[in-house]
Nanobody
């Protein structure tokens, strides 16, 4: 079973940047696609970025051009660089396999002036 520990969230002004990290335990990390998901208050959790084990990347339209996902299989870690942040990016961000299997505690990102 894989477990995830997300970090790097915080409060940032509109237009600012944050870099999220996710450390995954378990030996199966390198064989699965990994994704960053987010859940805003009152909304369903959504998948915003995916990186396959071969490095193929896809983004939700809402973050395309602003967010960058990457992974380091040697470190069992996946990252999300978030630039040009908007108030609507405010959410709890989670990393997980794609499709998801169990959830960590996530990391809160708040974009506000």
């Amino acid at each position: 079973q894989v477990q995830f520990v997300e970090s790097g969230g915080g409060l940032v002004q509109p237009g600012g940047s944050l870099r999220l990290s996710c450390a995954a335990s378990g030996s199966i990390f390198s064989i699965y696609s990994m994704g960053w998901y987010r859940q805003a208050p009152g909304k369903q959790r959504e998948l915003v970025a995916v990186v396959t084990r071969d490095g193929v990347i896809n983004y939700a339209d809402s973050v395309k051009g602003r967010f960058t996902i990457s992974r380091d299989n040697a470190k069992n870690t996946v990252y999300l660089q978030m630039n040009s942040l908007k108030p609507e990016d405010t959410a709890v961000y989670y990393c997980n396999l794609v499709p998801a299997a169990g959830w960590g505690q996530g990391t809160q990102v708040t974009v506000s002036s």
